[in-house]
């Protein structure tokens, strides 16, 4: 009869035990000192050797020969325990042993000696599951527990022990098991089985089983069973239905290096073969996040173990810096939980990755080009990098302001971009920004750090002239423009569906981003969007979107018409006074990148390597 791997592998010496070492020295420690406690609790995440730990700690404690704390695994104790033989020593699962008679039944027992060992044990799986009752059963006996008795309770899910339980035990987190710990285990079980498994499979294996030892040797077993020949990563990635990293690789870096064409080759490869777009998209973050790290050179992350079995990863994190990583992770992120509510996924997929192309492909490409492939940009290169996205920023944001002062006095604004181009008497008019100090103070006090962050890298990198035109009209549409406007706004409003067509004719990117908003607000001539999406509001109002949809209004309508979209957020806070706007925004007290990944991903994640 074939025995599944991770039975045959299963731990049966402390010794054997992978990556809980602290947790085995101190039960060692105690059974030499013979102070064992009454109860353990081991929590841990799945297949982490809680109930392994637990049935090698009901044999040490019976074991006739027990040396130095480990069990002999020969004696009739070690051996009948291993097969679940001895009455005395009783596996229960609480997630199907729910029921409370069937605890209280077994814990009845617990008065009796035991008959073939030394001491009685009971070993409950999942406790977590256990009945109100029969918590307050096991409670009971665990507040005047029997001499030779021991209780090991093992628990994926802590937090749902009561603390009347978990206070009576002597408590043990096991942790994932590193990767590589995992990965000498698997070599030593393919070593023995004298099979061909590529060492890249078997880090991909461990990336996926999430540190999970027992899910490490299943998934190993399932290839083994499954490929005739040699294992390797694209074997994995067939058998979990996933996609090969080096393929999200190219995808990546086609992104990063401008060149679409590359990046839809490989894409409609990925389609064909039947990828799902939010799977993708998954993967994608999963990517990102993992060149994130590497970019910064964190420690004993699955940065670290994607190396191993993408020789393509750590090149590609070259060519670009952690600025416009945390960019791609941050659009990326976004589109993820909007992509479910879209019907056509591939198509939003698309779009979203194609806007991530850079705007000016050589400029942003290989800003920390010629680094250590490990190691972070210095703090003086993450500083220019800083310096340069501000000054770019501030030039999208002058730019902007000159555009909007001119909508507003209904002069052309087209082409115009320098400071020069500005009069005096417009500039005397500044338009009313969402950067004004009023709302940059409710921000502050509304939203979390993520999305202040978010808003802020949207305001100074994104789309600047989205933050201009970020505020709804003050007015409503009779005061402005009188019925005759508001006869067209309905007009536009219930043509609305072939406006869409028409621009999907010319530019289907377009109309995506154009789609999630309708137009809610007609002031002179600008028409007012509301768009569930900030994401998208921004998209609509870069140029080339503009130009299209404005060209489309104008021959259908036969009047120049402006398009303004605004996000949903945008549009519930009302505007601030004008002479407020009129103040000097507050001097910019914009972070470093680095600042911004400790925001990301929190103080630990984060250790600046000084080459
Ligand atoms: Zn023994």
């Not at 079980?189 to 294996?205: G, H, P, Q, R, T």
């Not at 993992?290 to 670290?304: K, M, N, P, R, T």
């Not at 005397?428 to 921000?443: D, I």
Request: glycine fraction near 6%.
């Amino acid at each position: 009869m074939y025995l599944a791997l991770y039975r045959t592998w299963r731990p049966q010496r402390f010794d054997e035990v992978v990556g809980q070492q602290a947790v085995v020295r101190t039960l060692k420690n105690a059974l030499r000192a013979n102070r064992l406690a009454h109860a353990y609790l081991f929590a841990g995440p799945r297949g982490t050797g809680k109930t392994s730990l637990a049935k090698i700690l009901a044999k040490a404690v019976n074991c006739e020969h027990s040396v130095d704390g480990e069990p002999c695994n020969s004696c009739a104790a070690c051996i009948g325990i291993t097969q679940g033989s001895i009455v005395d020593v009783v596996e229960m699962d609480a997630a199907s042993n729910r029921g409370v008679d069937e605890v209280r039944s077994v814990l009845e027992q617990v008065r009796y000696a035991p008959t073939a060992v030394r001491y009685k044990v009971y070993i409950i799986d999942e406790v977590h599951m256990l009945t109100t009752e029969a918590f307050n059963a096991l409670l009971k006996t665990l507040e005047e527990p029997p001499a030779e008795c021991l209780f090991l309770l093992a628990t994926t899910d802590v937090i749902k022990v009561p603390a009347t339980i978990a206070s009576r035990c002597q408590r043990f987190d096991l942790s994932r098991v590193a990767s590589d710990l995992v990965v000498a285990r698997l070599r030593e079980v393919v070593k023995s089985l004298n099979k061909d498994v590529e060492d890249a499979a078997l880090w991909m294996i461990a990336r996926v089983t999430d540190g999970g030892m027992r899910d490490a040797l299943s998934l190993l077993d399932q290839l083994l069973s499954y490929e005739d020949g040699r294992v390797n990563v694209e074997s994995v990635a067939e058998i979990i239905g996933g996609i090969h990293s080096e393929r999200v690789g190219r995808l990546i870096g086609a992104l990063l290096r401008g060149e679409p064409s590359l990046f839809l080759a490989e894409l409609s490869e990925l389609w064909e073969l039947g990828v799902d777009a939010s799977q993708l998209l998954g993967e994608l973050v999963s990517y990102v996040r993992d060149a994130i790290h590497l970019a910064l050179g964190v420690e004993g992350a699955d940065a670290s173990t994607r190396v191993h079995y993408d020789p393509t990863f750590p090149v590609v994190v070259q060519q670009t810096d952690g600025g416009t990583l945390l960019r791609m992770l941050e659009a990326l992120a976004l589109a993820q939980s909007e992509i479910r509510h879209q019907a056509q996924a591939r198509v939003y997929f698309e779009v979203v990755l194609l806007s991530l192309l850079p705007e000016a492909t050589v400029e942003s490409t290989a800003t920390v080009q010629g680094s250590e492939v490990r190691g972070a940009p210095s703090v003086e290169e993450g500083e220019v990098v800083r310096l340069k996205e501000e000054i770019r920023a501030l030039h999208a944001r002058v730019a902007a302001l000159e555009q909007a002062s001119l909508r507003r006095t209904g002069v052309s604004d087209r082409g115009i971009s320098s400071p020069a181009g500005a009069s005096p008497k417009m500039r005397a008019a500044p338009p009313v920004s969402s950067s004004s100090p009023e709302m940059r103070a409710r921000g502050e006090s509304q939203s979390n750090g993520g999305d202040r962050f978010s808003a802020e890298l949207r305001d100074n990198a994104v789309e600047a002239s989205y933050t201009v035109y970020a505020t709804p009209p003050e007015s409503a549409v009779s005061d402005a423009g009188g019925e005759g406007d508001l006869a067209l706004l309905k007009r536009i409003q219930a043509d609305w569906n072939q406006i869409l067509d028409a621009v999907r004719e010319i530019r289907v990117q377009t109309r995506a981003w154009l789609a999630d908003g309708r137009p809610e607000e007609l002031v002179g001539n600008t028409i007012y969007g509301r768009y569930a999406h900030a994401l998208h509001a921004s998209h609509v109002m870069k140029q080339v979107n503009l130009d299209l949809i404005e060209d489309v209004l104008a021959k259908r309508y036969q009047r120049k018409l402006r398009y303004v979209a605004i996000s949903e957020d945008e549009w519930r806070k009302r505007l601030p006074k004008a002479e407020e706007a009129n103040d000097a925004p507050p001097p910019s007290s914009r972070e470093t990148w680095v600042e911004k990944v400790v925001e990301w991903f929190g103080e630990d994640a984060v250790k600046i390597v000084d080459e």
